[in-house]
């Protein structure tokens, strides 16, 4: 079973950056897409960025010109960098894979944005 495991959460300041990792367990075949959601407390979970495995991106309207999402595909990693950070970017991270083999979730990583 492919594993996604994600890395680089914490408690930044508001104005901060965090670069987020997620790498697979395993070589994944034909994946189509790589993205990152989250989720606060009390709220669904949302697509934050995502990218195909061409390269093509596309960003939630809250994070457009602030986080930047990008892959290793050599090393099936997709990262997420997040700059400019705000209080409503705190959340719950969530790596997510989708590939001729299945979607796959990553177990979360907690972002917090405070003073």
């Known amino acids: 079973q492919v594993q996604l495991v994600e890395s680089g959460g914490g408690l930044v300041q508001p104005g901060g950056s965090l670069r987020l990792s997620c790498a697979a367990s395993?070589?994944?075949?034909?994946?189509?897409?790589m993205g990152w959601y989250r989720q606060a407390p009390g709220k669904q979970r949302e697509l934050v960025a995502v990218?195909?495995?061409?390269?093509?991106?596309s960003y939630a309207d809250s994070v457009k010109g602030r986080f930047s999402i990008s892959t290793d595909n050599a090393k099936n990693t997709v990262y997420l960098q997040m700059n400019s950070l705000k209080p409503e970017d705190a959340a719950v991270y969530y790596c997510?894979?989708?590939?001729?083999?299945?979607?796959?979730w990553g177990q979360g990583t907690q972002v917090t944005v405070s003073s």
């Open positions: 990218i195909t495995i061409g390269g093509s991106t």
């Open positions: 395993e070589s994944i075949f034909r994946i189509y897409t």
């Open positions: 997510n894979l989708y590939s001729a083999t299945g979607k796959y």
